[in-house]
């Protein structure tokens, strides 16, 4: 059983640049939520998504946007890159909206601005 | 506002003796508490959870962790510590009334000596 998977693992991208990040859930799962974890941080809720909505969002500005697909995947975008925005990026599903279920979180994506 | 507290940074214990990792909360309503474990270059493994009933919940490896409602805390226990236990730990919660956004402390690295 396939847990969470992200990709890429690191990307290197320029200031002003956009960057997609890439998220499939845990099989069975069908709620997505992305975190920003910045050096020495613990995660920062940027936002989640069910039934392909955002359904809550963090303190995050617009430049953050993210999608849900229909089979669950989620995929989180970043436009003007800032060199605040190098973190690592963990993408975590659960099942249902129901706060009583954990969520499982992928291996993350490191993005390093310049 | 939602937030958490791990008091310590770092946390040292010899291997084979007890270990508690300190955290407190604050959320309004009934809060539903975790403890995720973090390897380097790793996303965050759950371990185990708080949601109602037994004021001690038990989970993986060997972790328990006592809820204290009186003073907000949810400190995570180990009879016998492992070198293996060393690593990032971070304590989270979310509002009851909450979807899905887990509000996570700064995180306590537990080094385990032999």
């Known amino acids: 059983d396939a847990g969470v998977t992200q990709s890429p693992t690191h990307l290197i991208k320029t200031r002003g640049q956009q960057v997609t990040l890439r998220c499939s859930p845990k099989s069975g799962h069908d709620t997505v939520s992305w975190y920003q974890q910045a050096l020495g941080q613990g995660p920062q809720f940027i936002f989640q998504y069910y039934e392909e909505e955002e359904r809550q969002r963090g303190n995050f500005p617009d430049r953050f946007s993210g999608h849900q697909f229909p089979n669950y995947s989620s995929e989180l975008n970043v436009n003007a890159l800032l060199l605040g925005d190098s973190a690592l990026y963990l993408c975590?599903?659960?099942?249902?909206?129901?706060?009583?279920?954990?969520?499982?979180f992928g291996p993350g994506t490191r993005l390093t601005v310049t | 506002a939602q937030s958490v507290a791990q008091p310590e940074d770092q946390v040292n214990v010899a291997e084979g003796n007890p270990l508690t990792v300190k955290c407190t909360y604050s959320v309004s309503g009934n809060p539903y508490l975790f403890w995720y474990v973090q390897y380097p270059n790793r996303g965050l493994q759950f371990l185990l959870k708080?949601?109602?009933?037994?004021?001690l919940v038990k989970g993986s490896y060997g972790f328990e962790a006592e809820f204290n409602k009186s003073q907000t805390s949810f400190h995570l226990k180990k009879p016998s510590a492992l070198v293996s236990d060393s690593a990032l730990y971070f304590c989270?919660?979310?509002?009851?009334?909450?979807?899905?956004?887990?509000?996570f402390g700064q995180g306590t690295t537990l080094q385990v000596k032999p």
């Open positions: 708080y949601i109602t009933g037994d004021n």
């Open positions: 975590a599903s659960s099942f249902g909206l129901a706060g009583i279920y954990e969520q499982y």
């Open positions: 989270a919660v979310k509002g009851s009334s909450n979807t899905g956004k887990l509000i």
